[in-house]
């Protein structure tokens, strides 16, 4: 008799952690053995033995291990849940970033409440539209041309719409993004109507400290100082204006825009901590440490101003070049006078969420290609300069940017893994344990 389930692979080594992959065999019971690649998902209508010398892992083959064929949840075979079924496996799945966001979104609702304060949660819906349709449509044509390039169909239309059904915009996968492509906007909006409120809870009193901290922290002499002789030349600040916004503007939402619908699972480490920048670092401590940056200190505070020479220097440069940073400056500035919530509204030095945003960058690519890793590292860098030098924020904003961003992607790693750790264990569908399937070894 044929079988009709497709199953699934699973290695399960020392550490008690499963892995593994789909089998590829054929159509009937009695169909050759055929080796598993690691860590590729390849449908099959038959269980089937697999060569353990095929499969590969990051690090090594554990030398000890168990073999389990367990049903693979997600064929298309009568057995496989429908889409509702999917749908609610999906909130399972997310259960932890679904959680942390409506939590943000609630207390930051109740707190904007508490101030008198208006928030609109659909504040950037039509921004994230605009650019998730051109990503969208950059990241179909990809990979619609790809697939024409490694398969040279004999019906090319036919299969481009295959694939373009298939891959791109399958209601599971849509399903899968549905969380993430809702939540997000709405927590960058909160984060904003947070963050324009930041004077009313706590006036702007930690810029004289900060400054002190990054003299002290750098031999007596200001980082801008520093810098000045180096890159203090209009061209390069111009050049550094301009990477430290576009860049890191679209880099961000690109970022956001692939973790909303990758099949990834690293995906939900990244969601998660991406929420818990903005939320932590963007409301709370920017709130506790109220800070508004060199660039306004003398507008805010009296006295002697320690970074007039910057701004007199950046402002000479604006009135001669475009200077993105120099726009945005008195953007937020007017907003900040006319009280005012519109798209990126809101004065706050510490901690950076440039920076924040820059390290998240560099942590979720590191997998990658090593030559990834040196832009995204080399970009990073780049943007900590340029926070100093363009007035936005003290050098140590950004160290504390890294350090609380660098330790939120650490402990959000290890909770994720000690979940999926749990869930090994756990019974599948039919009170079985992974280790209780039919097991081959």
């Not at 960058?188 to 702007?204: E, G, L, N």
């Not at 050049?239 to 690293?266: C, E, G, K, N």
């Not at 901690?351 to 997998?367: F, K, Q, R």
Request: glycine share 8%; charged share 15%.
């Amino acid at each position: 008799m044929r079988s009709t389930a497709t199953y699934r692979f699973w290695v399960r080594g020392q550490s008690g952690g499963w892995w593994g992959s789909s089998c590829a065999g054929g159509s009937g019971g009695t169909a050759a053995p055929q080796p598993c690649p690691g860590r590729r998902r390849v449908h099959s209508r038959d269980p089937c033995l697999c060569q353990m010398s095929e499969l590969s892992h990051p690090r090594s083959i554990p030398t000890a291990f168990e073999v389990a064929l367990v049903p693979d949840p997600s064929d298309a075979a009568p057995y496989t849940p429908g889409l509702l079924r999917h749908g609610l496996r999906v909130l399972r799945q997310q259960a932890g970033f679904i959680a942390v966001a409506l939590a943000y979104l609630i207390a930051g609702y109740i707190v904007t409440r508490l101030y008198d304060q208006n928030v609109r949660l659909g504040l950037y819906n039509g921004t994230h539209a605009v650019i998730y349709l051109n990503f969208a449509l950059a990241w179909i044509g990809f990979v619609v041309v790809r697939a024409l390039l490694r398969e040279r169909p004999d019906h090319p239309l036919r299969f481009a719409w295959q694939v373009l059904i298939e891959r791109c915009l399958s209601p599971r996968r849509l399903v899968h993004a549905a969380p993430a492509f809702v939540l997000l906007p709405a927590v960058i909006s909160m984060t904003t109507a947070i963050k324009r409120m930041i004077p009313v809870v706590q006036p702007f009193a930690w810029d004289p400290i900060l400054a002190e901290v990054d003299r002290w922290l750098h031999g007596g002499v200001a980082p801008w100082e520093w810098l000045q002789p180096i890159v203090g030349y209009p061209s390069v600040t111009v050049a550094i204006s301009i990477i430290y916004s576009l860049p890191w503007f679209v880099l961000v939402l690109l970022m956001q825009f692939w973790h909303t619908f990758t099949l990834d699972r690293r995906r939900l480490r990244f969601l998660i901590t991406y929420v818990l920048c903005w939320a932590v670092q963007g409301n709370v401590i920017a709130t506790a440490l109220s800070s508004a940056g060199p660039i306004y200190y003398g507008r805010l505070f009296s006295g002697p101003d320690p970074f007039a020479p910057l701004v007199e220097y950046l402002s000479s440069v604006a009135q001669t070049h475009v200077l993105p940073s120099y726009l945005a400056q008195e953007y937020l500035w007017n907003s900040y006078q006319q009280d005012f919530l519109r798209l990126g509204s809101g004065i706050s030095a510490m901690p950076s969420l440039h920076i924040a945003m820059g390290l998240l960058l560099v942590l979720s690519t590191w997998h990658l290609h090593r030559a990834v890793r040196v832009a995204t590292l080399s970009f990073l860098i780049v943007l900590q300069i340029g926070a100093v030098h363009l007035g936005w924020h003290y050098a140590i904003d950004g160290y504390v940017a890294l350090i609380l961003t660098g330790t939120l992607w650490w402990g959000v790693g290890r909770c994720l893994d000690t979940h999926r750790r749990r869930g090994a264990r756990a019974p599948d569908a039919g009170g079985r344990s992974p280790s209780q399937s039919p097991v081959a070894t």
